[in-house]
């Protein structure tokens, strides 16, 4: 009895136990052309190129790529400052010795006196260059006659002799008309840069804003001393 009991239990365990497994041993079925990766691929890049035809279309067919691409290029005219004759203080004068440092600070502290007046003076000048003029200033129609395009021929000076002890830097504007004769003066060794020097009729003009206000004067020609 003992042992029909023992086998009771044993016999209830028998058999399969996979026979409740649910699990699908079938394989899966293939995945859609549609959902493949070079599908989903394509279908974006079909989306881009439909968002950039209606995007050209909401911009309007009349307007052309190349006028575009010229708008782009076109760049903006150089604005000439506006010009003014300004003080007549050269009027009926005649022209007046600045030499040295003493002349110089002359000028500055006499202002808008001294612009447009006629001095002689001692400069050591560098080449001549282009400088381009700020715009948004009033300047002398001396000044303005000579300025190309926005930009006015000047060169880099220091006023007074190599003897001075103390020296300014001076801006010559140097006219085309007048080019040749500044070229014709004679270069020397300013403490160690080669500069011309030129003695000469300067028309004083001053610190003005066109030309970031640096001290500046209109060359006249060459004079003896």
Excluded at 46 to 60: D, E, F, K, N, T
Excluded at 175 to 198: C, L, M, S, Y
């Amino acid at each position: 009895m003992t042992d029909s009991q023992d086998q009771g239990p044993r016999g209830e365990r028998g058999g399969d136990r996979r026979g409740t497994d649910r699990r699908r041993t079938d394989r899966r079925l293939p995945v859609p052309l549609w959902r493949k990766p070079w599908a989903l691929v394509s279908y974006g890049v079909l989306g881009a190129l439909a968002l950039v035809i209606a995007l050209g279309g909401l911009r309007g067919g009349g307007d052309k790529g190349v006028a575009r691409d010229e708008q782009l290029n076109t760049s903006t005219a150089a604005i000439e400052p506006p010009v003014s004759d300004g003080p007549a203080a050269s009027a009926g004068r005649a022209p007046e010795d600045a030499y040295g440092q003493a002349g110089y600070e002359r000028l500055i502290v006499e202002g808008q006196a001294a612009v447009g007046r006629m001095v002689r003076a001692e400069l050591y000048c560098e080449a001549p260059e282009n400088f381009t003029i700020v715009s948004g200033d009033t300047v002398r129609r001396a000044l303005g006659d000579l300025i190309q395009e926005g930009r006015i021929p000047a060169a880099e000076c220091k006023w007074g002799s190599t003897r001075d002890t103390q020296r300014e830097d001076f801006l010559l504007i140097v006219p085309p008309a007048r080019a040749r004769e500044f070229a014709a003066t004679p270069v020397v060794n300013d403490a160690f840069v080669e500069r011309h020097r030129v003695v000469g009729l300067i028309e004083w003009i001053g610190p003005t804003q066109a030309l970031a206000l640096r001290p500046a004067g209109i060359f006249r020609g060459v004079v003896s001393r």
